[in-house]
């Protein structure tokens, strides 16, 4: 590294260093500038809603413009962390509710009839499915809310983190539409729980409320060559390291080598 790029790397790391993204409080002004709306907050000629749809986008979109906004994005955060908790935890063995069928069945030509119970499949516990309710009533108001007061709608329906968050709740919605609507067997039951697994995306949405994530993000962007040319070396190593280790193991017979061919060295 030459002692230029070195400078210009000791500010760069100064400049985030001082940097701390969303931290700083926006000014009423500027605030209202964002919606367009600077020359009538100057003249002193808003409408209620004008006054309070800017000061809601902050409340939601600003983690730390104000401390009403710090409570609203830990709430969120919260909300965000109880979710991915309890969609993890429903899973668990011991918290699920096995589902008992009974099917008659005629034992002989008499037509002696006897009941056979069994296990067709288990199903969260109940408690999951109030926490999953509470979580996504909180999302629902979270991304109406928000649409409704962004200056700019366009962006706001094009943002990966927006579109994710309004999958991930309407995705709930069908699950208990579908779960109201049919009789579903295990087949169709283990279908609908594989769709909801967009909801642990929902983690993405800790990118507006905590700036190093967003740096990081920036990082990954700017360095996605390099990092493509990494990966590139890795696969070009791994496949060098599994060619070698089954032709080794080709050199002695070994009747429990289990290395038979190249794709499985990998």
């Excluded at 032709?247 to 794709?263: G, K, L, V, W």
């Amino acid at each position: 590294m030459t002692y230029t790029s070195h400078r210009e790397t000791q500010e760069t790391l100064t400049i985030l260093d001082r940097l701390d993204l969303d931290t700083d409080k926006l000014a009423e002004e500027e605030l209202y500038k964002k919606f367009g709306l600077e020359d009538a907050f100057q003249n002193n000629e808003l409408n209620p809603w004008q006054k309070v749809k800017p000061k809601l986008w902050a409340l939601f979109d600003e983690p730390y413009s104000s401390l009403a906004a710090k409570i609203v994005a830990v709430v969120s955060v919260f909300f965000i962390v109880i979710s991915i908790l309890s969609f993890c935890l429903k899973t668990f063995p011991g918290l699920r509710v096995p589902i008992i069928s009974n099917e008659t069945v005629v034992l002989n030509t008499v037509g002696n009839l006897s009941y056979a119970f069994y296990k067709q499949r288990s199903e969260p516990h109940e408690a999951f499915f109030y926490i999953e309710c509470i979580c996504n009533s909180w999302f629902t108001f979270e991304i109406i809310t928000r649409f409704f007061v962004t200056p700019n709608k366009l962006e706001f329906l094009k943002s990966p983190v927006n579109i994710i968050d309004f999958i991930a709740t309407l995705s709930f919605y069908m699950d208990l539409a579908l779960n109201s609507a049919l009789n579903a067997d295990e087949a169709s039951y283990e279908v609908l729980e594989f769709f909801s697994i967009i909801r642990i995306m929902r983690l993405f949405k800790l990118t507006r409320h905590i700036a190093g994530l967003k740096i990081l993000i920036h990082t990954f962007k700017a360095s996605a060559k390099e990092l493509l040319l990494l990966v590139f070396f890795l696969i070009v190593f791994i496949v060098v390291f599994a060619a070698l280790i089954y032709y080794a193991e080709r050199i002695q017979y070994n009747p429990e080598n289990s290395f038979d061919s190249i794709p499985i060295g990998l």
